[in-house]
């Protein structure tokens, strides 16, 4: 009896202890039972309808039932223009210019989890202002390659940053009321042969490191869809990887709600219907009819359907649908959101070089030289998917302009063509003429000549340098990180003519900085920063605030320094086996999707091989004691940033460590204090260090402040590949504090 009695209260308190607060997952599944009732009425055909598309961005409800399409939208940095139902076109609406955000890369270095939930709330204001259910992003895929096509869109080379930004983006659009679709779920980090490359990663990488953006985003910030990569990850397509989708994401994560192919990017009825994908897009080949013949014949049960109909329908109730009478009726950028986007692009720009002080611009400078066709290149659309119709983009040259006022003058000069991309058929007229180089073309003399002509008498010359969004896109990877079309030369004999030169980068990923170095004495980089992108970065020129932005990869000297180079498992030997090349070949350009197919089932199958393990990025760098021309966490201030010692108090769940930080100049600045962790005498194998905390701080002249960054044992766990479980080696560290991952200014042992 006594013990009974004793079952009946354990049993209690179990219960007690599983009623407490919901995951965020759980909360999709509050309408159950109103699901099941809406199921039993619908037809098989009803349901089918579901899991594939209805129009290029949308995918059907229940009309008789009253249940509604789910819209979505890209992502993942503004929400893109609206394009005709079957396609990518524009559908040419006057109300649907957004507010165009700091591209993914920018976002991430402002290593700031606020601004990245700001990101996130502005994103899903907007989609909702155009009726949008679903918001295709954040991507966040681990930069992996410095070459790679998406590096802007995604966030950085090291999971804890790039989890915990895509956390908050994640919290920040659901909290609007929108969803996510978080993109491309996994191991999407090249775009040569995206559509048939075998990402080939052992277990205890993929989980330490690439799948780590994903698995925050899901089981912390409740991530409502998910979008399965195009490539293969260890054998199997993404859209159809029950690894991948039934065994981690649903079993392990809880994942409660739907995946959606990227566009193109299912292969099949059975693989994706027994392996976790919910809806096809686009195209209804795989999960439309052939879904039904299959019900009919007995290969898959209805109540295999309604379960995917079941997991659509838990987000469709979540996410208000938006009444047609209300969406689309006003402009969707909105000053509330450009602000949003200001905010971020100002805490963005990396100051990555300032020798003799060259920035801030003086108050004396009378004259300045603007030279270098990016100064004057909007950013917003091109490479593919994520480009956005901004209702307005400051570009470089607008914002130095604008802050100069009439005080300074501003003469401006192209100093270089730029690389107008390949493209898919044949290639479009050139309008204009400075658009019309070779990428590796030399500077154009007549160009060059202007340019230093401009710069000889000016106080100052600033050079805007970097890629553009034909060199920089989905779809390919560069084929290297040099700067293209003569624009070293055009630095090098700027210099010569004015050596008060600074250099501005306007790219999205690194840049072989080789040449250019020993001609800037400073450099920044500046991104593709938004639409108040060229406001933010006059005032960090002109010192109205302090850079302070931190590198969230590794510029490497050159690129075979880095790890999948180095090791040989970057570039892949096999050319051409993949539907996405092959729309740029000529003679594939007219074949027809299925020619297409054929064509390439009969090539060999191109392979990724992750051998380098969780070696990326600075973790290679570091290990293998190979210099980086630029470190990962490296951005300097027009300030001094002292740290004091670390007080370190180790506990069950976490280690905190508290100091103080001060800053030692005369102008309010933001510092981000990173923590790192290298093992002592540890039984596995560790890269030197690995972040593991860091915080923004925002300090005013002379400030200290004690700050307190906490490490999550949790996240020290290793993925043991022998008991296939997250396991906590305890034993000694040492933490290194700093300002960067190669400026390292206080050490602290600690122990787990
Ligand atoms: C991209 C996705 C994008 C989709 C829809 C695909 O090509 O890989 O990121 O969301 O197109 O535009």
């Not at 003399?445 to 230093?452: C, R, S």
């Not at 690129?559 to 892949?572: I, Q, R, W």
Request: contains cysteine.
């Amino acid at each position: 009896m006594y013990k009974n009695l004793l079952k009946i209260a354990g049993l209690a308190l179990l219960i007690v202890a599983c009623s407490g607060p919901k995951s965020p997952q759980d909360k999709l599944m509050v309408n159950e039972k109103k699901i099941n009732a809406i199921i039993a009425q619908m037809s098989l055909e009803e349901k089918v309808e579901m899991l594939h598309s209805k129009t290029n961005m949308s995918s059907a409800g229940v009309p008789r039932l009253g249940i509604a399409d789910v819209n979505y939208a890209d992502g993942p940095f503004g929400i893109r223009e609206e394009g005709v139902p079957n396609g990518f076109t524009p559908a040419g609406w006057t109300l649907d210019s957004a507010t165009y955000f700091p591209t993914g890369s920018a976002l991430a270095a402002t290593w700031s989890e606020e601004l990245a939930y700001l990101y996130g709330t502005g994103m899903g204001k907007e989609a909702r202002l155009r009726g949008k259910d679903v918001i295709l992003g954040p991507a966040v895929n681990i930069q992996r390659l410095p070459v790679g096509g998406r590096t802007y869109e995604y966030l950085s080379e090291d999971p804890i940053l790039s989890a915990a930004l895509s956390m908050n983006y994640t919290k920040g659009v659901q909290d609007q009321g929108t969803a996510v679709c978080i993109k491309h779920f996994a191991v999407n980090n090249q775009e040569t042969n995206r559509g048939s490359v075998d990402a080939q990663v052992d277990e205890r990488t993929l989980r330490e490191i690439y799948l780590k953006p994903f698995e925050r985003a899901i089981v912390e910030g409740g991530a409502m869809s998910v979008m399965p990569a195009y490539n293969k990850v260890n054998g199997d397509y993404c859209s159809e990887n029950e690894h991948l989708l039934n065994e981690i994401l649903r079993g392990e994560w809880g994942f409660k709600g739907f995946t959606v192919s990227d566009w193109g990017g299912t292969h099949s009825t059975m693989g994706a219907m027994l392996h976790g994908l919910n809806v096809q897009m686009t195209g209804s080949n795989y999960m439309g009819q052939p879904v039904i013949d299959s019900v009919k014949t007995g290969a898959l049960t209805e109540d295999q359907v309604d379960e995917k109909v079941r997991q659509i329908l838990r987000v469709r109730f979540a996410i208000e649908p938006v009444p047609a009478d209300v969406a689309n009726t006003e402009m969707t950028s909105k000053p509330e959101q450009q602000q949003i986007a200001y905010k971020v692009a100002q805490r963005s720009i990396v100051l990555l070089k300032n020798e003799g002080k060259v920035l801030p611009l003086s108050k004396d400078v009378k004259k300045i030289a603007v030279v270098g066709q990016n100064a004057v290149l909007k950013t917003q659309s091109g490479g593919m998917g994520a480009g956005v119709k901004a209702l307005y983009e400051i570009t470089p040259l607008q914002g130095i302009q604008k802050r100069a006022g009439d005080a300074v003058e501003v003469v401006y000069a192209p100093g270089y063509k730029n690389f107008p991309g390949r493209r898919w058929g044949p290639a479009p007229a050139v309008a204009n003429p400075l658009e019309a180089a070779a990428i590796d073309e030399p500077a154009d003399p007549a160009l060059l000549a202007e340019a230093v002509e401009a710069a000889k008498d000016a106080d100052v010359v600033i050079f805007f340098g970097g890629t553009n969004k034909s060199i920089e896109t989905e779809g390919s990877d560069r084929s290297d990180i040099n700067l293209p079309t003569g624009q070293e030369e055009v630095v090098a004999a700027l210099y010569e003519a004015n050596p008060n030169l600074v250099t501005v980068l306007i790219s999205g990923g690194p840049t072989d900085l080789q040449v250019l170095e020993q001609y800037s004495p400073a450099i920044v980089q500046g991104w593709w920063n938004g639409t108040e992108g060229g406001t933010a970065l006059a005032e960090v020129l002109f010192g109205d605030i302090a850079p302070s932005g931190k590198l969230p990869f590794t510029f490497p000297v050159k690129l075979e320094d880095s790890p999948a180079y180095a090791m040989g498992n970057f570039p892949d030997k096999t050319q051409g086996g993949d539907l996405f090349t092959l729309m740029y070949r000529a003679d594939a350009t007219q074949m027809t999707r299925e020619e297409r197919q054929k064509l390439i089932d009969a090539m060999p199958k191109p392979v990724s091989k992750y051998t380098e393990g969780s070696l990326v990025g600075y973790r290679w760098f570091d290990t293998k004691n190979v210099k980086p021309m630029y470190a990962f966490g490296h951005g300097l201030s027009y300030v001094d940033f002292t740290y004091g010692p670390m007080n370190v108090k180790s506990g069950k769940k976490s280690i905190k460590v508290t100091f103080d930080l001060t800053n030692a100049g005369d102008m309010e600045a933001d510092e981000v204090a990173q923590l790192y962790v290298r093992r002592i005498d540890s039984k596995v194998e560790w890269p030197a260090k690995e972040l593991k905390a860091f915080q923004r701080v925002t300090l005013a002249p002379g400030e200290t402040k004690a700050v307190t960054l906490e490490i999550k044992a949790d996240d020290l766990r290793y993925w043991n590949v022998d008991t296939n479980a997250w396991t906590l080696e305890h034993g000694k560290l040492e933490l290194l504090l700093g300002s960067a991952s190669d400026d390292i200014r206080q050490k602290a042992d600690a122990s787990i």
